[in-house]
């Protein structure tokens, strides 16, 4: 009765691998960040350390390879199809769609944050002279 479940979370699962893992540079970009902890530098990141990153990408990369064995398992005869597998394969699905919308949203949301006008931090003094010149550079050469 559901033989195209199987058949398509063998084929979702690994792609959905691929865009969590390899395809959106999450190594590359993991391997850069700052992940102390706020406790160590006031920048660091609240929950997400390095160590939690690795054990969740870890656990998620897990789920899905176990998910995408199971499907191939029921759909070789090896484990009968029912509910158990079926419950435990949309499970690992929603785990591994969570984690790609969640990972989606936070790229999103760094990608598009407000940042600052490129002369923010510039701002001439009262006589109209750029930052860090004396207060006469600008007008006629006299202090007032």
């Not at 789920?63 to 499907?71: A, D, K, N, V, Y």
Request: with cysteine.
């Amino acid at each position: 009765m559901f033989p195209d479940f199987y058949a398509t979370s063998a084929q979702v699962l690994p792609v959905l691998m691929l865009a969590l893992i390899w395809e959106s540079r999450f190594l590359d970009r993991l391997g850069q960040q700052n992940r102390h902890t706020r406790r160590e530098d006031p920048d660091g990141v609240r929950f997400w350390t390095r160590p939690r990153v690795r054990a969740y990408s870890i656990f998620i990369v897990s789920t899905i390879m176990g998910g995408l064995t199971l499907s191939l398992l029921v759909l070789a005869d090896y484990v009968a199809p029912g509910p158990v597998p079926r419950t435990l394969l949309a499970v690992c699905l929603a785990l591994a769609v969570a984690t790609l919308l969640t990972r989606v949203v936070v790229d999103i949301l760094s990608a598009t944050r407000p940042t600052d006008p490129p002369n923010a931090g510039h701002r001439p003094n009262s006589t109209g002279a750029p930052a860090g010149s004396p207060a006469g550079a600008a007008g006629d050469g006299e202090a007032k």
